[in-house]
Structure formats: C-alpha cells, structure tokens
C-alpha cells in the first residue's frame, strides 16, 4: 500500500514537471520573445524563399558572375530573384574579378540582368572605390550602368558626377554628367 501511494507521488511529480518545462519552452520560444521560428511565411507572390544563398551564371564554361546574399526570394510569376545583402563578383576577361557589395538586389531570371541597391560599393585591387545608391548589370553588354550620382575615390583623387556606363572587359568608365575631379 505504502508503495502505490510513494509511486502515485512519484508519478504526479514527473507529470507536474513535464507540464512546467513544456510551459517554460513555450514561452521562451514564442514569436517576437527573440526565440527560433522555424518557419517563414512568404509573401505574396514568393514562391520559395531561401538563407545564405550562392548563385553563379556560366556561359561557355567560364563564370559570368557569382552572388552570394544572405537571403533570398524566388518569385516565379515576375520571373525575378530578390536578394538581402549582396556580395558580387563579376569575371571580366582577361582581367581580375570585380568585386561589389549593395543591401539589396533584384536578378532577372530572363536577360540575367541585375539590379544592386542601396549602398552599392565597389572596391578594387588598387584601393579605388565606387560609390552609388543604384546600378545596373546589363548582361547582354557586360556593362555596369546607373544615372545616379557616384563617388570615385583612389589614394590621390576623388571624382563624381551623375550617372556611369563601364564595361568590365575593357574596363572603359564614362562618368555622364556634372563631372567633378579633385587630385592630391
């Protein structure tokens, strides 16, 4: 008798337990208490939508260009990728990778054309930088482009103005209006 009373305790303990540590998981982990969600719900329109993501486009067996973004959102009816914090490289011919960083970006599925937004910078080698809020890869010309202002900066210098055109493969930089240059 003694021990059917000793086990019904034991038991009524262990089940008070599991209630309480379910309870404490519960709340901890709960939306908006900065706990894991496992699940993401898209948004209208986003078919898949993926983290720490790697894309690369070939042509002729050689890279074109390489992405790499934090996060991504495919979206199939528009035929079009969005991109969080973006690193890329693009492989000139002949010549070294270029390398450009934005918060945010948009590939076309279609023409391969991407679009690199905010805070776009591009550093080389040499120690220059470009500056620009928006710019264009225009796949089909291998051109970078944007109509808004940039900032050139090397050791010696700083030029800037309104909008660029540059081919990677011969690296020709127009700068299209208001050009300003300071050398040192």
């Known amino acids: 008798m003694k021990s059917i009373k000793g086990l019904r305790w034991f038991l009524i303990a262990v089940v008070l337990l599991v209630t309480l540590l379910t309870a404490f998981y519960l709340i901890l982990n709960r939306p908006g208490n900065g706990g894991y969600t496992p699940i993401e719900m898209a948004k209208k329109g986003i078919d898949l939508i993926m983290r720490r993501v790697r894309l690369v486009e070939k042509k002729g067996g050689h890279k074109e260009w390489e992405l790499l973004a934090r996060k991504a959102e495919f979206d199939k009816s528009e035929n079009k990728i969005n991109l969080e914090d973006i690193k890329a490289t693009f492989y000139p011919a002949d010549r070294k990778p ?20 905010g805070d776009v910078l591009i550093k080389s080698d040499d120690g220059y930088k470009l500056n620009t809020e928006n ?7 291998r051109v970078l482009e944007t109509d808004d202002f940039v900032k050139i900066t090397g050791e010696r210098f700083k030029i800037t103005g309104n909008g660029l055109i540059s081919n990677i493969d011969s690296q020709d930089i127009k700068i299209k209006s208001r050009v300003e240059a300071v050398y040192n």
């Open 98 to 117: 270029i390398t450009i960083s934005s918060k945010k970006g948009i590939v076309n599925n279609e023409n391969k054309d991407i679009n690199l937004i």
């Open 135 to 141: 710019l264009l890869w225009i796949a089909s010309k």
